[in-house]
Each structure stands twice: as C-alpha cells, then as structure tokens.
C-alpha cells in the first residue's frame, strides 16, 4: 500500500501548472491508507506527475471487506461473554434472595429476643424506683425520729438545767443552815464530789454541758459521720480531681496535701496591697512636665478601670522639695506600691536615689517596675545619673524592668507611661490574660459569677476578713504571755461532744482578737485535717457586723470546702434557718474537725436572736469558739464554758513597754519605769490595747517623754488614752490647716459606713496632698487610732471610733454635716453614671441614717445601685432599706417594673440593651429570691427576649436567662418545662465555652437537682459526678480556691518547718512539700524536696524503712512525670521490695506500688516482667476485698489484657468471663463496666476467628451503651473507663501524666 509520501522527496518543490504559486513537500509521520477521492481532490488541478502508481477501485472494496468480517467476529465473541455474565449474575441473585430469607428470619428471632429483654429490663426498673422509693420513705421517716430525737434531747437537757439550778438553790439553802448552825444530816454526803459543778477560768459555773446524763454519745444525725472514710485518688473521690499530674500521687501523700490545702483562705490577688493599685512615682525636675500631664489626663482612666473591676487606684509622688521630711512615709509607700515607675532624664537628687534604692536595687522583684528615660538633644547623663542607671540595671538579673526609651514631647511620653501603666495593671496586677479588658465588658461579669453559680459572693467582703486576720496575726504577742491560754482553748476543744460554744470574754482591749488569731495560726501547723471558719466582726452598724452577711459567708466558704454551692437560698431569713442544717450535712463528710470562730460576736445587730443555732447541740466534731466584751455578753450565753483573760502582770507591761522602746531607741528611766507599773495595776489600765498604746504615746516623739508620760498617767482608762493620743497628733502638726484636715478625716471616717478610701479623702479634701495625708495615716496607724482594710482608712478598735466621737461630735450637729458631705459626693458619682460598688455600699446607708426616705427611694430606684448590692450578696440590707421606704415587697417590684420601662424608652445602642437584659435578670432573680416567682417571670422572659434579639440566639447571656426561667419552674414544681430550659441552656453553654467550663457544670447541676427531684436518682448521680469534674478541673486552671496559687502558699508555710535538724517529722514535711509542689507541675522545686525527704529519711529510720518506700515512690512517679523511665523503673522496684518486706501481703501502699511499677512495665514493652505483677496485685485484692468485688474483676481485666497482649488468648478468656460474671453479679447487666467487658470479649473472640460469638458480644455492649442517657453520659466512656487501671485490648496504655 503506497503512501502520499511516494509521490516527491522531503524538501522538493511542487509548482502549480495553474498559475499558483508552488509550495515546498513535507514527510507526513502517520501513515494513511488512500482514497480514490483523496487522490482525484488532491491532484485533480496539478500535472501528473510521471512514475506515480494508483490503486484500482476493486482493491478498495476487498479492503471494506476484510474489515467487515473483523468486526464481525469481534461482536460475537462480546455476546457470547455479555450472555455468559448475564447467566452468573443470575444465579448470584438467586443465591442473595435465599440469604435475605434467612437474615429476615433471624432480624425477627432478634426482635423478638430483643422486645422480651425490654419487658424485664422495664419490670426491673419499676422495681428499682419502687425500692427508691421505699428507701426516701425510709429516710423521711429516719429524719422524723432525728428531729423527735433532738426534741426529746433538748427536753430532757432543759430538765437537767432545772434540776441542777434546783441542786445549788439547795446546796445554798444548807450553806444557810450551816451558818446558822444548823446540821444538816445528807444521806449521800460520800458521793456529793461526783456531782459538783466544773468553775471555769472566769468562775462561771458552766455544768450544762458537761458529763452526767448526756456523757459523750453524739447525735442520731452526727452519728452518720463516723462511718466516712476519706479515700484517695486511687478510688477518685478526693476533693480534688485525679486526673493528671495528681494520678502518681498516693493516697497518704494526698491525704497530706489535701489537708493542707483545706486551712488556706481563697484566693486575694496579692500583688495589691489592701485591694488598691498603687502606683509610687520617682520624678525629677526635668520629668515634672511628664507627671503633671499624666495625673491631669490619664490618671483618671485608669483609675476608672480599677473601680470598674472593684479596686481602688492611687498615685504616689513625693516632689523632690519635700521629700526629705517624709522619709518614713516613703519607705512605707514603697513596700506598699503596685508598680513604681522611675523617670529620668540627665540629672537626679538625693531623694531620687534613696527612692531608687528602695524599690529597683533591694527588691527588684517585689512588684513590677517601669523606667521612663528621657533622651533629647545630646543624651548626656551625669554621673550620678549614669551610676544610678548602672545599679539598676546590675540589680535587673531577670530583666524584669520595662525600659521606655522616649526622645519626643512630654505629653507623648505621658501618654506612653499611661499605656504602660494599663497593660501592667490589667496583665500583671489584676490577672487578665489579654491586654485589652474594658471594665464594662459583661464576659468579666460573667466569668466572675459562674465561678460560685447562683450564690452571690463579695470578695470585698473576703478581703476585709483576711486583711483583719493577718492585721491581728502580725500583731506582737511574745511579751502578752497567751501560751496559757492557747492551752486551755486546746484543751477545752479536745473534750469530748457534745460540746458548747466556748466564750472568750475580757474587757475592752484585752487581747481577744490577737490571741484567736494566733490560736488559729498555731492551730493550722499542728492539725492540718481541721478546717477553720472565722469572722471577724468590726464597729457596730458596719457590713461585717451584718448577721445575714456572716451566716451567708461562712455557709458559703463552708459549701466551697465541699465543692459544692448549689442549693444555697438567698432569702435572708431562710440563710439564718438553713445554715445548722448545712452544718451538720457537711460535717459528716469532713474527716477531721470543722472549728468556727467568731469574734466580737456580742457587736452582730441583734446577736442573741441571730445566732439562735449555737443553743442547738453541735455535730461531734464541729467546735465554735466566739470572744464576748464582759461587760455586753448576753446573759443566756455566760453558761457556756468560760475562758476570761486576765489583765497583764507587771512583768508583761514591762516587756511590752521595754520593746516598744527599743523600737524607738529610747531608755526609760528606773523612775519611770516604777510610775508606769505602779500605774497599770487597775483592771482598766492593764489591758493589752493601753499598755501597747500607752507605750506607743511614750515614744511617739510628739510631745517630750516627761510630759507624755505626765499627761498619759492621768488617763484611767482607754477611751481617755485615746482622746489624749488624739490631742498629741493633733499638737504635732505644724499648721491649722492641717490640724483641721485631721479632723475632717476623722470625723468622715466616723460618718461613713464602712470607712473611706485614700482616694476619696483627696477628692472630698480638695487642699490636701498625698504626701501629708501619708504622713498622717502613718502617725494615726502607728497609735492604733485607723488601719486600712479593703483599700478603706478604718478605725482600728471601737474606743478610738468613741474617742472621735467625743473629741469632735459631741457638740452642734455632730455627724450630720459630714453625712452629707458624703452623700453629695457619691450622689455627684451617681449622677454621672458611675456606680461603684462604694456607691451602692454608702450612699443608701448614709441616706438611711439621714433619714430622707425620699432620696433613699430614689438611690434604690437608680437600678445599677440595686443591682450592685444584690450581685454582691447585700440581700438583707436592700430589703431593710426598701422597708426603711415603707414599701411592701409587691410595691416594690411594682416600683421597679416601672423604673425598668422608664429606663428602656432612652436604650438605643447594643451596649445599652445589653445592660437593660441585665438589669431585667437581676430584678428576675431578686423577685424569685423574695419568693414572688408569679411577678420574676416576666422580666426574666423580657430579659431572654432582649438578649435573643439584640445579641444572638446562641450567644452565653441567653443561656443565664434560660437558667434563671428554669429555676421558677422548678419552684412551680413544672419539671418538664425546667428539664427543656436546662437542657437548652446545657447546649448553649457548651457550644460557647466548650464542655469543660465552669458555665456547663452549672447547668449540670441544676439538671442533677431537678432529676432527684424527680426521682431519677441514676441520671442525677451522673450529671452531678461530670459536673464535679470540670469544677475541679477549672479550679485548677484558673488558681481558685484549690488552684496553684493556694498550693505555692502552703508550700512557703511548709518551707518554714523545714529548717530544723533531721527527724522524721522534717521529712515528712519535706515530702509533703515535694508532693504539693508536684502538684504544681514545679517538677524541678518537687524533686529538691523529695530528694532531700528520701536521704534524710535513709538517715534518721533506715534505708528500709517503708516511709523510705513512699518517698521512692514518689521520685518514681516524678521520673514517669519527666518520662524518665529507666530511673522510674529503678525506684518503683525498690519501693515495692521494701514494702514487700516490710509491709502485710494485703496492704493498699504495696498494691499501689504494684499498679504502677506494671503499668510502667507495660508501657515500656516488658509484659512478661508485668504479668507477676498483675497476678500479685490480683492475690492482694482477693483478699482485701472478696472474690466477688469490682475491685477484683478490675484486676482480671488487667490480666487478661497482658495475656492477649502476648498472644495468651487461652489464658485470657476465663480470665474475662470471670471478671464479667463479677460485674453482672455486683453491679448489674446494663453496667458500663460489663459493656466494656463484653467489647473486650467481642475483640477476643473476633482474633481466635469466632466470628458469630463475637458479633453478638459487640451487639450486647452496643445495647448496654445506648441504654445510657446521653445527656447524663456526656462525652462517651474511653475503651478502659470502668476502671482507673483498666488497659483497651488495642495497645498500652500511656502511663497517667499531667497536662503540661
């Protein structure tokens, strides 16, 4: 066949006989088969070209022929295999039919089967909840026979009363006789000793309580106590969650730390001193453009952003000019201050560098530090300029100064410390992660009020008591001699239950306060298993002397001990009703004792009819020690048991007058010293407050010793003390001017309610100037006159509050004008929308005092005021100030109805709506609280409406108020509209914070409280354990009350205790302090502590000792921590062979060390070293517990996991089948854990190719976890959730470790 090629050569050219023109030939690469037609078209106008050769018209027909017959062929042999594919898909289908059949037959055998187990799991059900219900008959009847019980106990107690107070009338009745020479024949005269009264220290006869009929044998309700067992992580019901790095810790050493952590007080940020931010300036000449700029214009913002967030702001400056005259005050201001900020431009002054010297070169990390350097024209610094920079930076080790390098204008480098100062404050001061914070931001608001629920809780509250407690600790009690007293008060409290209030009495300024405050410090050291409650109450008509507020905080502090603060009303009269009840529930699940402290109890407003329950018997291990003025205390409590402190010996004024000398470095005279003993012998001149401040006037240097002392001993008693003390500050300043600023000081402190703040004194005292005002508190608070609590100047004792009232007030119109001094100022706040929480506390009561109901009523209606005090637990006082009004509670929700919708009208943009949904909530939960649950609806749901509308349908605040409407369903006693409420506000909740927020534990709460309830006790117990979970998982997180803020603090306590010399009980602090700083994840500071235990333990008891055995194994568990496993490995075999020798067979610590050490093998792929171990572990537990125990079918689990693991599946399966039958018989066929079992027997029996067993094992475990309630279950079990030590079958299992 020829090609077109043949016809000319690549390259030739071909000319057009018909005048075209010619082109050039070219080699075609694909050859293709001619066509007649192809060949006529293509040469049809050109010359023929000799040579050439063309196919006849019959060769191309045969070719068509040819190709016909192929395609023939090849179509049939593609039938023939269609109808062959055809046939076989035939007869599959067929075969598919027949095995439908057969499914279908079975899927009904199934049904059926499946239908039968419903029925009895249904009968069982019914039976369950019958028996449920049987036994809440039976606990109802067990609380009626607990109540007839404490009837008949305070019945027959009375009688005793009666009886013995009949004993002495006839006891005096024969004394009578006696004298008048009567016998008097007594038939049991040898018996009279065993009934005679105890006489306490102050010679009270206290034999209510004591021996006799009631003996020592606690409460039917108190009984219940004695069978809690506090159980460690291993079991996971430890105050603390068990997961992560706390899963090494033993139990013992979580006993210990658990303990520890139970007497330190919640979290304060300690970076303020007395909740202020204090910012100490250190100017120059050159730098005063910078700091008058910054007061004028940005002071005030940041000052605005502390009072937003509730802490109060202050600048701290003293001008160069007289600096030197406040020497002292400066000192003081440094170690106060927040930050200090240096700024500097060439030259510095004497002062400047004495300043520098204090607060960047002797503590360079005591609180945050700015350096503002002024660089313009040249840059050259003077030499002390340059060697004070150099110190500075010598002393910066870890670079902790922040250098703001500023070479342009004053007010930009105002305006850069400012932003400095704001990132500082927000970050480092006040804890906010971002920089950016807005104080108005409701996701603070939020954030603060999902930590304690539905309680309201005021940490001003908090801090005024920690202050007031440390204030009272700090105090010098060495030369008071209280050790005879803190052992009596040991003594009284070890007698055995039940037990009264014990009464600390003692005149005024005796020392009640300073000795329970050491009683409670020394107390802490030696039992750290005893939890300690206390108040310390203040002046008359103050917050802290508020009954609701003290019952409602030490319910509350009481209630977060226990991880639990739902179910807390906040209805006052209901808070002093349910508090003893709280007491003795919670009391039973503490193993230790629970002591409550209350001081200046006789100063509470209306004490006896408050604090009816401590007439009530107490729990056996609750004991409440409360301080009394002898003079107030009520008659019915002087029969409780006594201790009354004595006056002070000679010798003890003299030490305390002889340090305070030395503090001055002054030396009295022989002859002074004789006037001032002869003079403190009288009982109102040997009180501990007048000889420490007769001391203090002595040396003061505002008068001359002769005439301080002169003038001092004519003063009989304390109250005269302090009014002289009041006249000798007064004499020591230099001016009228300022003597009159003291006055006015001190005569607001005195009309205020709760004290003023060192800011507001500089606001209402426009002329007066930080560094005089220093000065002043310095000289008030070194005589004992004021103190600062909370950021508020304060009276420090009663009689210096009297001493000013008589000094200044007792003449014209006494406190009225400086009322309203007050009141003008937080009500100019007020106007400008700037409500602070020092509004809300003292403008309605000042108002109150003043009696102008009609201001009052409109403060009240000023709704942030409202939301104010009730967001901070100040219940009982907004009611008293509404029946102040004369206002009903309908009246005034009606009131409030219409302040709201007035309010509403002017709500435009978001951020006002948003406050508006804010306000309706509040006035929800206010009216619910009161028990008006018809009239809380509607704001609730027009809050719901506002935030749905102007936020989002998804957004966190629509959640609060679907919580809020629930809960007055659940009043209503209308639990399915409360579970759908929940259930909502549950996926709200976790869509916006995620599943382990402090937010959804709340709504887990409330579920579990409305399904028990309901009854449903199953569900309930579930919600209410993932719920306690991720609130101490949170804790943690973010430094609460069992974070790692408290755990740094106990561990500084415990670094105290051991620097003494090697004894047993030094290293077991020390191993104590390893374990807390674990806990910590300091994994460097736990293992110097740990070490250090271990050799001192290898010293003092012997290197086989088993305490030796516990600090091994928690280096072990340390080097697991650090995935050291080759040295982990090392420790837990030589803890396991001491204990082996030195502990029984059956001991939990060898168990311990048993898990493990295999668990350790395992990991590391040493199955066959980690078998004995399981088998061992499983030994112990047979015998610990019994052969039918969980804890024993965990253990074949385990077994039968390293079995299958290497290859054993012969071995491993009675090994499961054992364990399952344990499970079915102790907890129950629908049990997670026989799910779990069945999965792994499922899997078994799937490797040894039993294919069927195997489908319907996996079938039954899938049944059993689809039983669970999906919301109950939460996320769903791991492959080893029914145990702690339980291994999945696929691999093994990393050994428990912290997040890091």
């Given amino acids: 066949m020829g090609t077109a090629s043949s016809l000319v050569s690549p390259g030739d050219v071909i000319e057009d006989g018909y005048g075209g023109e010619g082109g050039e030939a070219c080699e075609i690469p694909v050859e293709v088969k001619p066509k ?22 019959g060769s191309v027909d045969l070719e068509y022929a040819a190709e016909y017959e192929r395609l023939r062929k090849e179509y049939e042999i593609f039938r023939v295999s269609k109808n062959n594919e055809i046939t076989s898909m035939q007869k599959k289908e067929a075969k598919l039919d027949e095995e439908n059949k057969r499914l279908r037959a079975e899927l009904q055998a199934l049904q059926k089967t499946y239908q039968k187990i419903l029925r009895e799991k249904e009968s069982a059900l019914e039976a369950k909840y019958q028996a449920m219900e049987r036994a809440s008959t039976f606990e109802h009847d067990r609380d009626k026979v607990k109540r007839q019980f404490k009837i008949f106990r305070e019945t027959k107690e009375k009688e005793i009363q009666d009886l013995l107070r009949a004993k002495r009338d006839l006891e005096s009745k024969m004394q009578q006789l006696q004298a008048q020479g009567i016998q008097v024949y007594c038939p049991n005269d040898s018996d009279s000793d065993d009934n005679q009264t105890t006489v306490t220290a102050a010679g009270t006869q206290c034999e209510y309580w004591n021996g006799g009929v009631l003996g020592s044998e606690p409460s039917m309700g108190s009984m219940m106590q004695l069978q809690q067992t506090f159980r460690g992580p291993e079991f996971a019901h430890s105050l603390i969650d068990v997961e992560g790095p706390f899963a090494n810790v033993s139990r013992d050493d979580w006993d210990a730390a658990v303990a520890s ?3 330190v007080s919640p979290h304060v940020p300690q970076a303020l001193w007395s909740n202020t931010v204090r910012c100490y300036f250190i100017c120059t000449p050159e730098t005063r453009a910078e700091m008058e700029i910054f007061t004028k214009k940005h002071s005030l913002v940041l000052r605005r952003l502390c009072e937003g967030l509730g802490h109060f702001y202050l600048n701290v400056c003293f001008h160069e000019d007289n600096a030197a005259s406040f020497a002292l005050a400066r000192k003081q201001e440094i170690e106060r201050s927040s930050v200090c900020v240096l700024l500097l431009k060439s030259t510095v002054n004497s002062s400047v560098v004495e300043d520098c010297e204090e607060a960047f070169v002797k503590n360079p990390d005591g609180h945050p530090l700015v350096l503002y350097l002024r660089t313009e024209g040249d840059g050259n610094l003077s030499g002390p300029t340059r060697k004070l920079l150099e110190r500075v930076n010598a002393a910066d080790k870890a670079a902790k100064i922040k250098v ?9 480098g105002a305006s850069l410390i400012s932003a400095q100062l704001e990132k500082i404050i927000k970050q480092e001061l006040l804890g906010f992660e971002g920089a950016d914070v807005d104080p108005k931001d409701s996701a603070i608001e939020e954030g603060r009020e999902e930590d304690s629920g539905d309680v309201l809780w005021d940490l001003h509250d908090e801090q005024e008591q920690m202050e007031s407690y440390q204030q009272a600790c700090g105090s010098t009690s060495s030369q008071l001699g209280f050790q005879k007293y803190v052992d009596r008060l040991n003594d009284m409290i070890a007698t055995p239950p039940p037990t ?6 003692g005149g005024p300024g005796s020392g009640k306060s300073l000795l329970l405050a050491k009683w409670i410090e020394l107390q802490q050291k030696q039992s750290p298993n005893t939890l300690f409650l206390s108040h310390f109450v203040g002046r008359p008509l103050s917050s802290s002397s508020e009954p609701v507020l003290i019952i409602k905080r030490l319910t509350v502090k009481l209630l977060q001990h226990f991880w639990s603060i739902s179910g807390l009303s906040m209805e006052p009269s209901k808070i002093l009703e349910e508090f003893p009840r709280w007491l003795e529930r919670l009391s039973a699940r503490h193993q230790g004792n629970i002591i409550i402290i209350i001081d200046s109890i006789d100063q509470i407003q209306q004490a006896e009819r408050h604090m009816k329950w401590l007439i009530d018997p107490l729990p056996v291990n609750v004991r409440v020690v409360v301080s009394v003025n002898v003079e107030t205390c009520p008659q019915a409590w002087r029969l409780w048991p006594t201790l009354h402190l004595d006056p002070l010996s000679p010798r003890e004024v003299r030490s305390v007058v002889n340090a305070e000398c030395l503090s001055s470095d002054l030396q009295l005279t022989k002859d002074q010293e004789k006037k001032l003993e002869k003079h403190c012998r009288s009982a109102s001149t040997c009180s501990a407050l007048y000889v420490t401040l007769l001391a203090r006037m002595s040396t003061s240097g505002g008068w001359s010793l002769e005439k301080s002392l002169e003038q001092c001993l004519q003063c009989q008693d304390t109250l005269s003390l302090y009014r002289l003390a009041l006249k000798m500050t007064l004499d020591s300043l230099g001016s009228d001017r300022e003597r009159h600023i003291m006055r006015e000081i001190l005569c607001l402190l005195y009309s205020s309610h709760n004290g003023v703040s060192e800011s507001e004194v500089l606001d209402l005292l426009p002329e007066l100037e930080f560094p005089a005002l220093a000065s002043m508190l310095f000289c008030l608070s070194r005589l004992c006159v004021v103190t600062l609590h909370c950021g508020l100047i304060r009276f420090q004792h009663l009689q210096a509050w009297e001493a000013v009232r008589l000094e200044f007030l007792s003449t014209g119109c006494g406190c009225t004008t400086y009322r309203e001094k007050l009141i003008h100022y937080f009500s100019q706040q007020l106007s400008h929308d700037h409500v602070t929480w020092r509004v809300a506390d ?22 942030f005021v409202s939301q104010n005090l009730y967001k901070r637990g100040h219940f009982s006082e907004l009611l008293a100030y509404w029946q102040f009004v004369g206002k009903d509670k309908s009246s005034m929700a009606t ?44 704001p609730l749901q027009r809050s719901l409406e506002i935030r749905e509308t102007a936020l989002d349908p998804d957004h966190p605040s629509v959640a609060r108020s679907l919580h809020q409407l629930a809960a007055v369903y659940v009043q209503w006693k209308k639990y399915s509209n409360a579970e759908q409420l929940y259930k909502q506000a549950l996926e709200i909740s976790e869509n916006a914070y995620g599943a382990e927020h402090g937010s959804v534990a709340r709504e887990l709460e409330s579920l579990a409280v409305l399904y028990q309830k309901q009854n449903k006790y199953e569900q309930a117990e579930k919600l209410r354990k993932r719920s306690m979970k991720i609130r101490q998982k949170t804790a943690r997180q973010k430094g609460h009350m069992y974070g790692f803020t408290l755990l740094r603090r106990r561990a500084v306590q415990l670094e105290e205790l051991t620097l003494g010399t090697d004894s047993a009980d030094c290293a077991r602090t020390l191993n104590e302090l390893g374990v807390l700083y674990y806990l910590q994840n300091n994994l460097d500071a736990a293992k110097v502590f740990l070490t250090r235990s271990l050799e001192m333990r290898q010293r003092v008891l012997g290197p086989d000792h088993p305490d030796c055995a516990q600090s091994l194994n928690n280096l072990a568990a340390l080097h697991t921590e650090r995935r050291d496993y080759e040295a982990a490995e090392d420790m837990y075999e030589r803890a396991l062979d001491i204990r082996k020798r030195g502990l029984s067979p059956d001991h939990p610590s060898l168990a311990y060390t048993l898990k ?23 030994d112990i537990r047979e015998k610990s517990f019994g052969p039918k125990h969980p804890s024993v079918a965990t253990a074949l689990v385990n077994l039968a996991v390293i079995y299958c693991q290497l290859k054993k599946h012969g071995e491993a399966l009675p090994l499961y089948e054992r364990a399952l039958k344990v499970y079915e018989d102790s907890l129950g066929r629908s049990h997670p854990r026989v799910g779990e079992t069945l999965k792994n027997l499922a899997v078994l029996s799937y490797e040894e190719g039993d294919f069927e067993t195997a489908a319907e094992l996996y079938k039954r475990a899938m049944e059993i976890k689809e039983a669970e309630p999906s919301v109950a279950c939460g996320n769903a079990p791991s492959r080893h959730s029914s145990s702690a030590d339980t291994f999945s079958l696929r691999g093994p299992a990393p050994l428990p470790h912290g997040p890091r």
């Fill in 842 to 863: 003292e403008l309605p009561w000042l108002l109150q005092q003043q009696e102008d109901r009609t201001k009052l009523q409109l403060s009240l209606l000023n709704l």
């Fill in 895 to 938: 009131e409030y109805f219409d302040s709201l919708k007035h309010y509403e009208k002017n709500c435009e943009s978001e951020d006002s709506m948003t406050k508006l949904a804010n306000l309706y909530e509040t006035l929800g939960r206010f009216l619910k609280d009161l028990g008006l649950s018809s009239q809380a609806v509607a």
């Fill in 500 to 505: 009264p209030p014990l009464l600390v009495s």
């Fill in 1156 to 1178: 493990h050490l295999a668990m350790l093998y395992k990991r590391r792929g040493k199955l066959e070293k980690a078998v004995p171990l399981y088998e061992l572990s499983l």
């Fill in 261 to 263: 952590l139970l007497q």
């Fill in 404 to 412: 703001l390098d500023h070479s342009g204008s004053a007010e930009d």
């Fill in 36 to 57: 007649a037609r192809l060949l006529r078209s293509s040469f049809r106008r050109g010359p023929r070209v000799i040579g050439a050769s063309f196919k006849s018209t």
